[in-house]
C-alpha cells in the first residue's frame, strides 16, 4: 500500500477535476484532529466557530488572533496529511490589508496552518489578492458569513432573490479570479451552489448549500451531537457522541462516589515494609 502523502493545494485541485469529493471537517484541539487524520479525513479548518463550540460565546465576534493561533497549532501538531485552513477572525482583516497579510502570515507562521480562510466577496478581493501575493493559500468563504450576522440580523440563508443570487454568482467568481484556491459556500439554496460550483475552476465547499459543491464542511461538535445550542436543518448526526460522552460522565461520577474506581488495577504498588516503616514514623 502506497503512504498516504499530505494534502495540498494541488490535491485539491485534481479532486476536482476528477469529481473527487473533498471532505473538511473543523478541528480545534491536538486530540481530534489526531483522529479525523487517522480517519481520513482531506482538511481540516480551525473555524472561529470555536468561539461558540468551545469558547461558548453566543457567535464568533468575540474571538481573536490569539485564539485562533493557539488552536491552530494544535490542530497542525495532531494532523499530519490533511491540508490545514486556519480561519482569520472578524476583524483581523477587514480594516486594511496590511492587517489582513500581517495575520494571514502570523496564521501560518506561528498556527503552522497551510492556508487561511476568510470571509465576503468582492468588499475582501484587495486582502485576498494581497494574502495571496505574499504566497499564502486564501480560501473564501460566502453566502452566510457567520461574521456578517449583525449585519444580516441573524443567521438567516442568503441568496434567495434573484439579485442576491445573482451577487453571490458575481463574488464566487471575483474571490476566485482574486486568487483564492477554494471558496466555503455556507447556508445558500443547493441549486444555486450547483451554479457556483459548475462555473468555478477552484473547489466549492459547501455547508448548508446540498450536495452539488466539490466538497463538504460541517462544525465537529454538530455532527456528533456535541453542541446542543442550535440545531441547523443542514446537520446530519453522524454519531451521537454527546449522549455516550455524558454516559461516560455519569458512570465515573457514580463509580468515584460508590468507591469502585479506582480498582486494584488501576493503582501503584509500593513495598509493604516501606509501608510499615513509614505508619510508625512520626512526622
Ligand atoms: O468557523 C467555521 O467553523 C466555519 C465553517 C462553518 C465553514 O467557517
Known amino acids: 500500500m502506497s503512504e498516504r502523502k499530505k494534502t495540498t493545494i494541488s490535491t485539491l485541485m485534481e479532486m476536482k477535476k476528477n469529481n473527487d469529493k473533498i471532505t473538511m471537517l473543523t478541528a480545534y484541539d491536538y486530540s481530534t484532529a489526531k483522529l479525523m487524520d487517522e480517519a481520513g479525513i482531506d482538511t481540516i479548518l480551525i473555524g472561529d466557530s470555536l468561539g461558540m463550540v468551545m469558547l461558548g460565546y453566543e457567535d464568533t465576534l468575540s474571538v481573536t488572533m490569539e485564539d485562533m493561533i493557539h488552536h491552530t497549532k494544535a490542530v497542525a501538531r495532531g ?8 480561519d482569520m477572525p472578524f476583524m483581523s482583516y477587514q480594516a486594511s490589508i496590511y492587517d489582513a497579510v500581517i495575520n494571514a502570515g502570523r496564521l501560518i507562521k506561528e498556527g503552522r496552518a497551510n492556508a487561511v480562510k476568510l470571509e465576503g466577496g468582492a468588499s475582501v478581493c484587495p486582502q485576498i489578492k494581497a494574502i495571496v501575493e505574499a504566497q499564502i493559500p486564501v480560501v473564501a468563504h460566502i453566502g452566510l458569513t457567520p461574521q456578517s450576522v449583525n449585519a444580516f440580523g441573524g443567521f438567516k440563508v442568503q441568496g434567495k432573490s434573484e439579485n442576491a443570487a445573482r451577487q453571490l454568482i458575481k463574488d464566487a467568481l471575483l474571490v476566485q479570479e482574486a486568487g483564492a484556491c477554494a471558496v466555503v459556500l455556507e447556508g445558500i439554496p443547493a441549486d444555486l451552489a450547483a451554479i457556483i460550483t459548475e462555473k468555478l475552476t477552484i473547489p466549492t465547499i459547501g455547508i448548508g448549500a446540498g450536495a452539488n459543491c466539490d466538497g463538504q464542511v460541517l462544525v465537529y461538535q454538530d455532527m456528533l451531537a456535541m453542541y446542543g445550542d442550535m440545531h441547523p436543518k443542514f446537520v ?38 516501606i509501608i510499615e516503616k513509614l505508619k510508625g514514623e512520626e512526622f
Not at 494532523?79 to 486556519?86: C, D, R, S, T, W
Not at 454527546?242 to 455519569?250: I, Q
Open 236 to 273: 446530519k448526526v453522524f454519531a451521537e457522541v454527546g449522549t455516550l460522552m455524558k454516559e461516560g460522565f455519569s458512570a465515573y461520577i457514580k463509580e468515584c462516589k460508590e468507591g469502585a474506581f479506582p480498582a486494584k488495577e488501576h493503582t501503584f504498588k509500593i513495598d509493604a515494609e
Open 79 to 86: 494532523a499530519k496529511h490533511a491540508f490545514i485552513v486556519g
